[in-house]
């Protein structure tokens, strides 16, 4: 208990120091050669990088394993989402609707398939397949959790997938934002290439952030309708694995089975927008919705450093490369893919 509590102090206190940075550094080098690069700079990269930094000494300290509880990632971004909800006009969020799906329904299912296809070529597990699948196509960690829980597979199996999931998604939280400048994409094509990409959500908007609000409104409706499917996806998973792969012949496939595992957040991300949307446009006070962006910000901010402080490499050591090749070639599948879809869907896209 008093160690979860420590965990999270440790939490507060990097996200303190990181709206320090983020708010101080650019004053500080004002003027210099790295004023213009400090001015640049986003909180999710001062966030993530205090996390690493304090990962590595919580970990040398043989503090870390005791104050994990305490790195509430999951909770921290699945509020600032519902957060997020509030500054987004719920209109927006309709007429992205059908592209969004659109993008959802197709890159699971094509990135999905060539994934499990790929892994069955080069001898992978079965269950470590489907939790290697479901993270790169859906939403990384989630979709590891709720596949892991589908296909009964080993705890060791879920670290490793989720070891890979991280080490794939810390880079595109910078790689992403650069590619789109290179390419010219629109804040739209942007944010839905993003959304549709990255594979944990606390990374999408971090990505998203750092590109622009809009594109960051997009990237969250695409990867928020990714999530709304993985309740699906868990239900197939268990169906598929109880008929074939262990054929016991019997599969709990069910509404309340499909209830269990949608991601509720989704429905409150949603809520926001609409008391958002109706509260504005019956003459409430826009600087209340400023506030609610603060807290929004407040909580991702949270989350970036809890993504690096549980950040593990350890669990990467133990499957070889065959899962490695799996994944990162299924990633660079997944970018190509969602970068035609994100073009052809949402190019003209005004919200």
Do not use: H
Not at 58 to 87: H, N, P, Y
Not at 247 to 265: C, D, I, M, Q, Y
Request: aromatic fraction near 10%.
């Amino acid at each position: 208990m008093w160690w979860a509590v420590a965990g999270v102090a440790v939490v507060v206190v990097l996200g303190a120091l990181t709206r320090y940075l983020e708010q101080n550094v650019p004053v500080f080098t004002k003027g210099t050669w790295l004023g213009g690069i400090a001015k640049s700079v986003e909180y999710p990269v001062y966030a993530i990088l205090l996390g690493l930094l304090g990962n590595a000494v919580l970990t040398g300290l043989g503090f870390r394993d005791k104050l994990a509880a305490g790195f509430r990632t999951e909770f921290f971004i699945k509020t600032g989402l519902v957060l997020l909800g509030a500054s987004i006009n719920f209109a927006v969020i309709v007429k992205a609707a059908g592209p969004a799906i659109a993008q959802a329904f197709l890159l699971i299912t094509l990135v999905f398939g060539f994934t499990w296809w790929l892994g069955g070529k080069l001898g992978v597990d079965s269950k470590l397949r489907a939790l290697l699948a479901s993270a790169v196509s859906i939403c990384g960690v989630s979709a590891a959790i709720a596949a892991a829980g589908a296909v009964q597979a080993r705890r060791e199996q879920l670290a490793y997938t989720a070891s890979l999931v991280i080490i794939f998604a810390l880079p595109s939280i910078f790689l992403l934002p650069l590619a789109v400048d290179a390419l010219g994409l629109s804040p739209a094509v942007a944010g839905a290439w993003i959304g549709g990409n990255i594979d944990t959500t606390a990374a999408v908007s971090a990505a998203g952030a750092l590109v622009g609000e809009e594109a960051l409104q997009i990237a969250t409706i695409v990867k928020t309708t990714q999530n709304a499917l993985l309740g699906v996806v868990a239900v197939a998973l268990t169906a598929y694995f109880a008929l074939k792969v262990e054929r016991t012949g019997e599969a709990k496939v069910s509404g309340k089975a499909l209830w269990e595992r949608f991601p509720k957040f989704v429905l409150g991300f949603l809520a926001a927008s609409i008391i958002a949307t109706i509260f504005l446009e019956s003459g409430g006070d826009k600087a209340a919705i400023t506030t609610v962006n603060d807290l929004r910000t407040l909580f991702l901010i949270l989350a970036f450093v809890s993504i690096g402080l549980e950040f593990k490499v350890a669990p990467l050591r133990e499957a070889g490369w065959k899962p490695i090749g799996v994944f990162a070639s299924a990633a660079v599948f997944n970018l190509l893919v969602g970068l035609g879809l994100a073009s052809i869907l949402f190019s003209g896209f005004n919200g």
